[in-house]
């Protein structure tokens, strides 16, 4: 019993380090903007945003770490002047969940928050902003509901004999074929950005976040426990626009939790049609790639059309355990504005007047 017993603890612990490692990881992570900064609540041209890009990673494989999902789902608004002219107030509302078939593991972060924009400079083209999201970290780990007795099936996500004499709350939770916990969370980021260029098209864009600050600590039954390692998160973009029809935004984009580290970078290039029209099409496309243990090849498309922005992008294992690396994303925005431009009736001064 003892050893089943430990067998058992190791797996869901290792599976939780797993998924820790994989937290946040979008190749396409501008379209995760809240996810990976704070400060990001807010920076977009409209009223409100709303937005979501899902994940599955390792969809061909069995075992710890298989059938890997990620989602993010975000809503943010526009809402104040600031203290000064040309600063604004935003807040807005990111939930995170990612699951792995390893015991049924899922981790979901509830994330609302706000942010200050401050903009400075002779024409206000320069922006520092800084974001706060306080909410919540829970884990859970599903085990179903089959009648299952071997320790394989359980690698496999599935459940196993629930009679088995694991002690105290832990049997408790089996019993139910639920294990779960919850602990506050608090991130913390900054931004800025410069405008720069025709129009001020362009910009370079810089930020840092770090995550977990209140040292959250989750357990799996009444002895076992752990804490979540503070999460970094840094980028910096270009956005270069030539006035034209074509923009070129290279990013690079770097996160640390624990041991674990990766750098991403990509670089995407806008093409848009009939620019002139009221209704513009722009198309979207680039590559990247993911250095780490294992490393990844990217590539990304999507597309603007009114207010609404798809995107979507495959990851391909080059090195390490490249079945486990493969993956794919589908993401979508829309951008809703309050405010429309008035339409001025055209005055007729009579000539005899």
């Known amino acids: 019993m003892k050893i089943r017993f430990t067998f058992i603890i190791a797996l869901l612990i290792g599976s939780t380090f797993w998924l820790s490692a994989q937290n946040t990881h979008y190749s396409y992570f501008q379209m995760a903007p809240l996810d990976i900064?704070?400060?990001?609540?807010?920076?977009?041209?409209g009223s409100i945003r709303v937005g979501g890009i899902f994940r599955q990673q390792a969809f061909n494989v069995d075992g710890p770490g298989s059938n890997y999902n990620g989602s993010n789902f975000y809503l943010d608004a526009n809402l104040l002047n600031g203290l000064t002219d040309g600063d604004w107030i935003s807040f807005g509302?990111?939930?995170?969940?990612?699951?792995?078939?390893?015991?049924?593991?899922?981790?979901t972060?509830?994330?609302?928050?706000?942010?200050?924009?401050?903009?400075?400079?002779k024409k206000k083209t320069q922006i520092l902003t800084l974001g706060v999201q306080y909410g919540t970290v829970s884990d859970a780990y599903n085990f179903g509901g089959d009648d299952i007795t071997t320790g394989a099936s359980l690698v496999e996500g599935r459940s196993f004999d629930a009679q088995i004499d694991l002690g105290a709350s832990i049997a408790n939770g089996l019993?139910?074929?639920?294990?779960?916990?919850?602990?506050?969370?608090?991130?913390?980021?900054?931004?800025?950005?410069?405008?720069?260029?025709?129009?001020?098209?362009?910009?370079?864009?810089?930020?840092?976040s770090i995550g977990n600050l209140l040292n959250p600590r989750l357990s799996i039954g009444v002895d076992n426990s752990f804490r979540?390692?503070?999460?970094?998160?840094?980028?910096?973009?270009?956005?270069?626009?030539?006035?034209?029809?074509?923009?070129?935004?290279?990013?690079?984009?770097?996160q640390r939790q624990g041991q674990a580290s990766e750098l991403q970078f990509n670089a995407l290039l806008d093409y848009t049609l009939n620019k002139k029209s009221k209704t513009p099409l722009t198309l979207r496309g680039?590559?990247?790639?993911?250095?780490?243990?294992?490393s990844d090849a990217q590539v990304l498309a999507g597309a603007d059309y009114k207010n609404f922005r798809v995107g979507m992008s495959f990851d391909l294992g080059v090195s390490g355990t490249m079945n486990?690396?493969?993956?794919?994303?589908?993401?979508?925005?829309?951008?809703?504005?309050?405010?429309?431009?008035?339409?001025?009736?055209?005055?007729?001064?009579?000539?005899?007047?």
């Open 37 to 45: 900064n704070p400060a990001n609540i807010g920076d977009f041209q």
């Open 93 to 107: 509302l990111s939930v995170d969940a990612f699951s792995s078939g390893a015991a049924g593991f899922k981790r």
């Open 109 to 121: 972060y509830m994330k609302p928050g706000a942010s200050y924009h401050f903009a400075y400079g």
């Open 175 to 208: 019993m139910e074929n639920r294990i779960s916990s919850s602990a506050s969370e608090l991130i913390v980021g900054l931004t800025y950005k410069s405008k720069f260029g025709n129009k001020n098209a362009s910009h370079f864009l810089a930020g840092a």
């Open 228 to 254: 979540i390692s503070k999460l970094i998160h840094s980028f910096v973009q270009f956005r270069l626009s030539g006035g034209g029809n074509v923009v070129f935004t290279p990013t690079i984009f770097y």
């Open 286 to 294: 680039g590559l990247g790639a993911r250095l780490a243990n294992a």
């Open 324 to 353: 486990v690396d493969n993956a794919y994303e589908i993401a979508l925005s829309y951008i809703y504005n309050i405010f429309k431009k008035p339409k001025v009736k055209p005055i007729i001064i009579c000539p005899g007047l």
